[in-house]
């Protein structure tokens, strides 16, 4: 395998005697809808100010998907770019998994929607749910299957439409979040360590602090919960900024516990893409150097589980790491969820 020539770590996988076998994202591909929304265009809808929105947050603008344009479009058109790059026709594909909070419909899932639309064999399609953490779980979902020669090459994708759940007229949260997708193809490839180590973690005693009321076994969609405003989502900004810190931290810090690794080893910092602020906290605390971080929420807010996708996808294209390089990406959401991972590129 490549990097040990000049990056000193552990492979935490190792004890588990794959034979030789790692799981390396071998494509990455992104899609965001034509349409901006910038926050001289929030400033018409709600009573906020670019100012406000830009030192609270660092967001500029975000993508909104058209009327008939759904998540499994976003989805199936970021896969088709991740397959190309990575070489993958349709008919390889042996499994999707599409993390999202914003299926296009309750079901079928979206993962089926997608595999019709990239016109996939009848492999095995599901979607995952953990919010703005989806991605980092489905890659260490992924891996699994890989690993264990289950299957050779499986698409994850993050993806959301959180335009179609956003409360147009809540100042509190229509500001932070956007449409997007970021895809992954996953493989095995001898000559790279890739997926180091993924920690996950949940915290269902905090799951009030962000959530959708509506829509679901507890309260269906009725005339009430509409006219409640129950199909938007709902959250204590405060306390989540405070846990996302603190759930990244402490995760990032495992993920290199595990590796025997240092920050300054890692050539980018790619973070979920909520708030700058909450970026630059779990930096100073990490000691990552700012040149470390890879930041593009000001042109497309919080995408929830297409955020760390997306924005993979853009650090890779613009040459900011090489094969070979280590990267660390950190997620926080709603469950609350939160994640780490460490790639060798
Ligand atoms: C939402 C968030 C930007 C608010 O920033 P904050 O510094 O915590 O701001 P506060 O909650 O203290 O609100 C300050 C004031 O701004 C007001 N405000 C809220 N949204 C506003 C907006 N868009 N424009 C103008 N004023 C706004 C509030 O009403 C409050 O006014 P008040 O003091 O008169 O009550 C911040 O808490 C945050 O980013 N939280 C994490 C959210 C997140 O990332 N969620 C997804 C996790 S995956």
Same mark, same amino acid.
């Given at each position: 395998?490549?990097?040990?020539?000049?990056?000193?770590?552990?492979?935490?996988?190792?004890?588990?005697?794959?034979?030789?076998?790692?799981?390396?994202?071998?494509?990455?591909?992104?899609?965001?809808?034509?349409?901006?929304?910038?926050?001289?265009?929030?400033?018409?809808?709600?009573?906020?100010?670019?100012?406000?929105?830009?030192?609270?947050?660092? =967001?500029?603008? &975000?993508? @909104? $998907? /058209?009327?008939?344009?759904?998540?499994?479009?976003? %989805?199936?058109?970021? *896969? +088709?770019?991740?397959?190309?790059?990575?070489?993958?026709?349709?008919?390889?594909?042996?499994?999707?998994?599409?993390?999202?909070?914003?299926?296009?419909?309750?079901?079928?899932?979206?993962?089926?929607?997608?595999?019709?639309? =990239?016109?996939? &064999?009848? @492999? $095995? /399609?599901?979607?995952?749910?953990?919010?703005?953490? %989806?991605?980092?779980? *489905? +890659?260490?979902?992924?891996?699994?299957?890989?690993?264990?020669?289950?299957?050779?090459?499986?698409?994850?994708?993050?993806?959301?439409?959180?335009?179609?759940?956003?409360?147009?007229?809540?100042?509190?949260?229509?500001?932070?979040?956007?449409?997007?997708?970021? $895809? /992954?193809?996953?493989?095995?490839?001898?000559?790279?360590?890739?997926?180091?180590?993924?920690?996950?973690?949940?915290?269902?005693?905090?799951?009030?602090?962000?959530?959708?009321?509506?829509?679901?076994?507890?309260?269906?969609?009725?005339?009430?919960?509409?006219?409640?405003?129950?199909?938007?989502?709902?959250?204590?900004?405060?306390?989540?900024?405070?846990?996302?810190?603190?759930?990244?931290?402490?995760?990032?810090?495992?993920?290199?516990?595990?590796?025997?690794?240092?920050?300054?080893?890692?050539?980018?910092?790619?973070?979920?893409?909520?708030?700058?602020?909450?970026?630059?906290?779990?930096?100073?605390?990490?000691?990552?150097?700012?040149?470390?971080?890879?930041?593009?929420?000001?042109?497309?807010?919080?995408?929830?589980?297409?955020?760390?996708?997306?924005?993979?996808?853009?650090?890779?294209?613009?040459?900011?790491?090489?094969?070979?390089?280590?990267?660390?990406?950190?997620?926080?959401?709603?469950?609350?969820?939160?994640?780490?991972?460490?790639?060798?590129?």
């Amino acid at each position: 395998m490549s990097s040990s020539t000049t990056q000193q770590f552990k492979n935490p996988r190792a004890k588990h005697n794959f034979q030789g076998r790692t799981c390396s994202i071998t494509g990455v591909g992104s899609y965001v809808p034509a349409k901006i929304l910038t926050n001289a265009h929030l400033e018409k809808m709600v009573d906020t100010s670019d100012e406000w929105i830009t030192t609270r947050t660092g =967001i500029k603008e &975000r993508r @909104i $998907a /058209a009327e008939n344009e759904f998540t499994s479009d976003l %989805g199936a058109k970021a *896969a +088709l770019r991740a397959m190309k790059m990575a070489g993958v026709t349709a008919e390889q594909i042996d499994l999707i998994i599409v993390a999202t909070i914003t299926p296009d419909m309750p079901f079928p899932s979206t993962a089926c929607l997608v595999q019709r639309k =990239i016109g996939a &064999r009848k @492999i $095995a /399609a599901f979607d995952l749910e953990a919010a703005c953490s %989806g991605f980092i779980y *489905a +890659l260490e979902i992924a891996q699994q299957f890989i690993m264990s020669r289950t299957y050779d090459t499986v698409l994850v994708i993050g993806a959301e439409k959180l335009s179609a759940i956003t409360d147009w007229k809540d100042r509190n949260t229509c500001v932070l979040f956007g449409d997007g997708a970021g $895809a /992954a193809i996953l493989q095995n490839r001898p000559d790279s360590h890739g997926l180091l180590t993924a920690v996950m973690g949940a915290d269902g005693e905090n799951a009030d602090l962000l959530f959708m009321p509506g829509g679901g076994s507890r309260c269906p969609a009725s005339v009430e919960s509409v006219q409640s405003r129950m199909h938007y989502l709902r959250m204590n900004g405060k306390e989540t900024f405070k846990k996302a810190v603190q759930a990244m931290q402490t995760a990032a810090e495992e993920a290199l516990r595990r590796c025997e690794l240092k920050i300054s080893q890692i050539k980018c910092v790619i973070p979920h893409q909520a708030n700058r602020r909450i970026i630059d906290a779990v930096a100073e605390r990490l000691g990552a150097h700012p040149d470390q971080l890879f930041v593009n929420l000001d042109k497309y807010g919080n995408t929830s589980a297409a955020s760390v996708a997306i924005a993979l996808d853009e650090a890779v294209h613009s040459g900011r790491f090489r094969r070979g390089d280590l990267i660390l990406l950190m997620v926080f959401g709603a469950g609350l969820t939160w994640g780490a991972a460490i790639i060798e590129w």
